[in-house]
């Protein structure tokens, strides 16, 4: 039997529910709909900063964050395990994200504290002319002084995304 047309795609809706999470496996493939938040090597330290500091820049309860920027070309994720975007995972994550995207492999550490705070890594392929094609409007809500790397909110419709880190476990 060919596989290729049982795909199930799930439809999530943001905000994104802990109960939504809990039903989410690796490999699932998934489309996000509404409100999503950008960032990357240069906000998302910043937002954490200004988490910790008592700071509500947004609010991140049930939120979905790309790591990417947003320019005129589009959107495209970059590697999500550097540093300065690895770093600032768990704490957004306890702070109410709970979708990451991105791409690479997360460190087995930031895999666990994903299933501690019921988040979820997701990847993205990183083909910006389909994925700048689900981005209805953008509007920068924090550090817009980082251009292209400001914390943007993205409304997308059908962003697609496979469970790259759920549970504990990972694809990689």
Known sequence: ??????????????????STIQNLCIGDKIEICGNILTGRDAALPRLVKSIKNGQNLVDLKGSVIMHTAVSAAGISPTT????????????LAKSGVKI???????????????????????VTPPAAALLTSKVVSRTVVAFEEEGMEAIYSLKVRGLP????????????
């Open 1 to 18: 039997m060919n596989n290729s047309n049982n795909i199930q795609i799930k439809r999530l809706y943001t905000p994104i529910t802990d």
């Open 161 to 172: 995304c496979i469970v790259a880190a759920a549970n504990g476990k990972t694809i990689y």
């Open 80 to 91: 999500s395990n550097k540093e300065e975007i690895e770093e600032s995972i768990p704490y």
């Open 100 to 122: 990451h995207i991105g791409k690479g492999a997360l460190s087995d550490g930031t895999v666990k504290d994903l299933d501690k705070y019921n988040s979820i890594f997701a």
